[in-house]
């Protein structure tokens, strides 16, 4: 609480937007950019993130610009001038940034944006991450994601992202559980027939959820093959 008695509360949500690709097939960053205008959340964790967003411009340059916000990169592949991976944005300060990587041999290359902001004078750690598709792959990032969550356990942590988990109370899924409180099961996935909860939000011990729910609606449906998940979080 503040030193008026008010809870201090944040807005997140994670949402995997398809490098940019809808369900009609159609690349359109502009719609996109709509539904993260709709979320209006204080920190927002996107994954397949095409960085190219058209000749001669950025996304981090248009998101930072459109968005009015702080851009925090985090690709997992580069070649050339292409990038593609994750990204974080944030209306708080950030007190410092580092990417983390998740790499298996012989998978496609994942990465953790590992982040620390300024929630009106609580620092705020935040975890943002794609997990990848195969079940002992996912295993051996969930055990590095603890792994780094043991190394700053003084900070209140907010993990989020497409963990992919098919199978919500098993293997690494349940690993994860056992350390922080998840977000109630929301499906995300696919987005124009939502059957699997593959998005999530996770909160370390002393933070509390409020509401939690999809943005489920026909520009959602349409935009990605995913609907951005959303929550409310109640801060110590």
């Given at each position: 609480m503040?030193?008026?008695g008010?809870?201090?509360?944040?807005?997140a949500?994670?949402y995997?937007?398809?490098?940019?690709?809808?369900?009609d097939g159609q690349?359109?960053?502009?719609?996109?950019?709509?539904?993260?205008?709709?979320?209006?959340?204080?920190?927002l964790?996107l994954q397949e993130v095409?960085?190219?967003?058209?000749?001669?411009?950025?996304?981090?340059?248009?998101?930072?610009?459109?968005?009015g916000?702080?851009?925090?990169p985090g690709?997992t592949?580069?070649?050339?001038?292409?990038?593609y991976?994750n990204?974080?944005?944030?209306?708080?300060?950030?007190?410092?940034y580092?990417?983390?990587?998740?790499?298996?041999?012989?998978?496609?290359?994942r990465?953790?944006?590992?982040?620390?902001?300024?929630?009106?004078?609580t620092?705020?750690r935040?975890?943002?991450?794609?997990?990848?598709l195969?079940?002992?792959?996912?295993?051996?990032q969930?055990?590095s994601l603890l792994?780094?969550l043991d190394e700053d356990?003084?900070?209140p942590t907010i993990?989020?992202?497409?963990?992919?988990?098919?199978?919500?109370?098993?293997?690494?899924s349940?690993?994860l559980?056992?350390?922080?409180k998840?977000?109630?099961l929301t499906?995300?996935?696919?987005?124009?027939?939502?059957l699997?909860?593959?998005d999530r939000?996770?909160?370390?011990?002393?933070?509390?959820?409020g509401?939690?729910?999809s943005?489920?609606?026909?520009?959602?449906?349409?935009?990605s093959d995913?609907?951005?998940?959303?929550?409310?979080?109640?801060l110590p």
């Open positions: 503040d030193e008026t008010a809870q201090r509360r944040l807005t949500a994670t995997n937007i398809h490098a940019w690709v809808g369900t690349w359109n960053p502009s719609r996109v950019l709509e539904i993260m205008h709709a979320l209006d959340v204080d920190i964790a095409d960085f190219l967003w058209s000749e001669g411009a950025t996304a981090e340059e248009v998101l930072c610009r459109e968005m916000c702080q851009v925090l690709p592949m580069v070649r050339g001038t292409s990038r991976g990204m974080l944005l944030t209306r708080l300060p950030v007190l410092s580092d990417q983390r990587d998740l790499a298996v041999d012989g998978r496609e290359p990465c953790c944006i590992d982040a620390l902001l300024d929630a009106d004078g620092s705020v935040v975890l943002a991450t794609h997990l990848g195969k079940r002992n792959e996912r295993i051996c969930v055990r792994a780094a356990g003084e900070y993990l989020l992202g497409d963990f992919n988990f098919w199978m919500p109370l098993f293997g690494a349940a690993r559980t056992h350390r922080v998840a977000s109630p499906r995300t996935f696919p987005a124009n027939r939502p699997l909860a593959l939000i996770y909160l370390s011990d002393g933070m509390r959820f509401r939690v729910g943005l489920d609606t026909p520009a959602t449906r349409l935009a995913h609907l951005p998940l959303q929550a409310e979080i109640i």
